[in-house]
């Protein structure tokens, strides 16, 4: 196997504060620990609003043999942003990270000297967090649930990785859109190696990620990577049967004993309000689903790239 050349691929949202520090950090730790491995940088900014495009542009002039660009027409998700900078990677293989610092780019180290040793997929997951409280509890929530689909799922997850040629052209050749880019990469089942690690606290701005795109994510993780929600509906179906089953008994002794069991409009009501509601969840889900394929036979892209520096080598 050849080792000549690896490309970063940052995905860069709100990240303008950083960048120049991401950059430096990367091409120390490449200077003095992996010289000999031809690194590259591709950034793609996701529609960003804070002048990162801006500030990219300043870091490509500076390093035009060194940092690629890719500017997506508007923000279209981190998943897709990495998958834009994954399509136009030509390298033996590729590394994620993050833009906000938060991943120590001393990693990039210690992936590689990985991949070397034959792994054709490299995690670093988060061990450790600096971040709130409810964070930390939604997190662990969130990847409980894909351990049942991925047992080799790290319990904090993982956003900075390797992935060698291999690896990645298998990844690409996935179709779907909506998708739980962690689990897929766990999926392949090719050669892993984990490498923990205690991830940072963000030393500019605020995180962007909000409590609807964690849920978006999570939604992404619970339909793509498990029949969770399915088994449950027909599961609930069931209970909800027997349950009836079981009133319907209760009625017939409560006639034959001149009873009428909890007489009254307020139980009607209530069973018929938890009933209804648990039908207009199942259709929700459904829903999900059926919305999830329409979308896919769509056949719109992932992502549209407005702008690439340099054309030539990206």
């Given at each position: ?142 990847y ?15 956003d ?14 996935f ?18 190696s ?39 509906m ?33 139980p ?47």
């Amino acid at each position: 196997m050849k080792y000549e050349s690896v490309a970063v691929v940052v995905p860069v949202y709100q990240n303008r504060e950083s960048l120049a520090d991401l950059l430096q950090q990367i091409f120390s730790v490449h200077a003095e620990h992996a010289s000999d491995i031809d690194l590259s940088v591709i950034f793609v900014d996701d529609g960003s609003t804070d002048g990162s495009w801006g500030e990219l542009t300043k870091l490509h002039s500076a390093n035009p043999s060194r940092v690629s660009l890719i500017k997506l027409s508007r923000n279209f998700g981190q998943v897709n942003a990495i998958l834009a900078g994954y399509a136009h990677a030509s390298s033996n293989a590729v590394i994620t990270m993050s833009a906000d610092l938060q991943d120590p780019p001393e990693l990039l180290a210690k992936m590689i000297d990985k991949w070397r040793s034959g792994s054709d997929v490299v995690i670093a997951h988060r061990a450790q967090r600096d971040d709130d409280l409810l964070s930390r509890i939604f997190s662990r929530a969130a990847y409980r649930v894909a351990r049942r689909a991925h047992p080799d799922m790290p319990k904090g997850g993982f956003d900075c990785m390797l992935m060698s040629r291999k690896a990645l052209d298998i990844l690409l050749s996935f179709p779907s859109r909506h998708r739980f880019l962690q689990g897929d990469i766990l999926w392949l089942g090719l050669p892993t190696s984990f490498i923990p690690y205690a991830r940072q606290a963000r030393p500019h701005g605020r995180s962007t990620w909000s409590f609807s795109r964690k849920f978006k994510y999570f939604t992404d993780l619970l339909l793509d990577s498990s029949f969770v929600p399915i088994k449950a509906m027909s599961r609930l179906g069931f209970l909800i049967a027997f349950l009836g089953m079981l009133y319907a008994v209760i009625i017939v002794f409560a006639r034959l004993a001149n009873e009428t069991p909890w007489p009254g409009w307020a139980p009607i009501m209530v069973t018929l309000l938890i009933v209804g509601g648990l039908i207009m969840v199942m259709l929700g889900v459904i829903g999900e689903y059926l919305w999830r394929i329409y979308d896919d036979i769509k056949g719109r892209p992932r992502y549209i790239v407005e702008e690439m520096w340099p054309t030539d080598r990206l």
